[in-house]
């Protein structure tokens, strides 16, 4: 039956944090206003597509564990970028993990609604004298397109009159059934950086499984991943634009005891594939130069 009141916008208060909730005939989406981290994305009739924690802690200056943290103007630890992207940030304090801005306050530019699809667009608020310890006038946007998928679009424009590299991902927290039974397809032949043993650099064979804590830089990544979850009868997949790299990260059973909110068996059921531009695929962005990293994602019944 088709609900002619659709699609709706409502914003709401969780714990300290401002949020849209947005309702289409497609799915429900929740979004903070704090670095306009999408929280969760459930298409009508099915399982959560993005996870959000139980133990999610709403409060200004963190991050929101789940949903999609962007992180920028640098992924992971910043001692592990190239060093070209290190001296770009001059802060006393220890570069912060996962880059600035996903516990800033963005800014709501504007909500879209047409029959079946919304679309927000978000701005990330910059001090005039840039982010602290990175004082570099590069303007950044998120645009959420919520229809039959979610496509997110992170945009960087470099306002500034000297060159400018960065590293980026829009860090995707997945909800699976069972990670022991969920396997990833599309990655076979890509090299990647097993960050867990020494940086080594290795070589995808096959759909990638899970055994036990997993954290890869897969490098030269087809635009097309999917994740095959036969626990639930179906795949997500995720369609890249702007990204040669991504992220495949499951904590498993230590180190979730070691995550903040983050319940003791949640790495059960969650997996992380993170759209990025990383190590070799780190973006470069020339003054007045505009570039954008963007992921589609969807879901579909999968036959096994
Ligand atoms: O993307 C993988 C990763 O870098 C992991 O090593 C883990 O640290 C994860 O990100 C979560 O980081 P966070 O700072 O959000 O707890």
Redesign the pocket.
């Known amino acids: 039956m088709y609900d002619e009141t659709l699609p709706t916008v409502d914003q709401l208060q969780l714990g300290e944090l401002a949020c849209w909730r947005v309702h289409t005939r497609h799915a429900e989406l929740l979004v903070a206003q704090q670095g306009a981290q999408v929280l969760s994305y459930q298409p009508h009739g099915q399982e959560p597509l993005i996870w959000l924690s139980e133990q999610a802690d709403y409060q200004p200056g963190q991050?929101v564990r789940g949903g999609v943290?962007v992180c920028w103007p640098w992924f992971?630890d910043l001692k592990r970028n190239p060093a070209t992207l290190q001296a770009l940030y001059h802060g006393s304090a220890p570069a912060p993990?996962?880059g600035l801005v996903r516990g800033l306050d963005w800014e709501l530019l504007g909500i879209d609604t047409e029959d079946s699809a919304v679309n927000l667009r978000f701005a990330c608020l910059q001090p005039e004298a840039g982010l602290p310890g990175w004082p570099h006038a590069v303007d950044l946007q998120l645009h959420i397109q919520l229809d039959e998928r979610l496509c997110l679009t992170l945009s960087s424009h470099n306002r500034g009159d000297q060159p400018i590299v960065l590293s980026q991902a829009l860090?995707t927290y997945f909800a699976v059934s069972d990670i022991h039974q969920t396997r990833v397809s599309g990655l076979a032949g890509s090299r990647y950086i097993e960050t867990l043993e020494g940086w080594q650099e290795r070589q995808q064979a096959g759909d990638l499984k899970f055994h036990g804590e997993t954290?890869r830089i897969y490098l030269d990544t087809p635009a097309r991943l999917s994740i095959l979850d036969p626990g639930w009868q179906r795949q997500i997949h995720l369609e890249a634009s702007g990204s040669r790299s991504a992220?495949v990260?499951n904590p498993w059973i230590d180190k979730a005891q070691r995550?903040?909110q983050f319940a003791s068996d949640a790495w059960q059921g969650m997996l992380?594939i993170?759209t990025a531009n990383v190590l070799d695929d780190v973006l470069h962005l020339a003054p007045n130069e505009q570039k954008s990293l963007a992921v589609s994602l969807w879901a579909e019944p999968l036959q096994e």
């Open positions: 991050s943290p992971g993990a996962h860090h954290d992220v990260w995550l903040s992380c993170e």
